[in-house]
Structure formats: C-alpha cells, structure tokens
Nanobody, 123 residues
Framework: VQLQASGGGLVQAGGSLRLSCTASGLTFSSYSMGWFRQAPGKEREFVAARNWRGTITTYADSVRGRFTISRDNGEFTVYLQMDSLKPEDTAVYFC?????????????????WGQGTLVTVSS
C-alpha cells in the first residue's frame, strides 16, 4: 500500500494551496481518508477526514471554513483545498487511510500513512 501526497509549497498568508494524496495497493473506495499535520516540535494533529462515501466529513476547529476535504474514488485520490492560509498552518501534512467506514480524529485509527508534504505559509 502506498499513499503519495503532493502539492505542498511556500505561500503567503491569505493564499491557497491544494494538496493531493493518491493511493495504490488498496481498495480506495472502502477506506475513510484523513489529513493530519505536524509542525516542528509539536505532535501530529488532526485536520480533516471524509468517509468512503463522502457522506461524513469532519474538520478541526482551527481549519473549519477555510479548508475543504474531497475525494475522487475513481482517481483513488483525496484532496485538501486550503484557503485563507495563516502562518500557523505551516506544517508537514500527511494523508492517512482507515477501514472503519467512519471518520476519526485520532491517529491510532489510521492504518496507512503517506510520506508527508511540507506547507510553509509566510507572513
């Protein structure tokens, strides 16, 4: 199983980025997908998750209204559209997959992880 995240980069505050995560080696449409992030010196934290059908979506309070998670099961890809970015959004962003069919905020529910993509927001 491989989750390949991409789309990170350097952006000014107020700008936008779209992250992508493409899965291989698993039945993508059977997995809920999540995005997490980890800033230097901090623990990995939940950002957003969406179940396999796209009927359940949840966001961290810090990103709700600015970030949007979506998925294309035909393309085996989950996206994270990030708008109105702030310097505090700077982190390595990870995608992850879990099989429960629900959406969870805890890292322990997720079986597979991508390698991470760095997002840097300058002030």
């Amino acid at each position: 199983v491989q989750l390949q995240a991409s789309g990170g980069g350097l952006v000014q505050a107020g700008g936008s980025l779209r992250l992508s995560c493409t899965a291989s080696g698993l039945t993508f449409s059977s997995y809920s997908m999540g995005w997490f992030r980890q800033a230097p010196g901090k623990e990995r934290e939940f950002v957003a998750a969406r179940n396999w059908r796209g009927t359940i979506t949840t966001y961290a309070d810090s990103v709700r209204g600015r970030f949007t998670i979506s998925r294309d099961n035909g393309e085996f890809t989950v996206y994270l559209q990030m708008d109105s970015l702030k310097p505090e959004d700077t982190a390595v962003y990870f995608c992850a997959a879990e099989r429960s069919g629900l959406v969870h905020r805890q890292t322990t529910y997720y079986t597979y992880w991508g390698q991470g993509t760095l997002v840097t927001v300058s002030s």
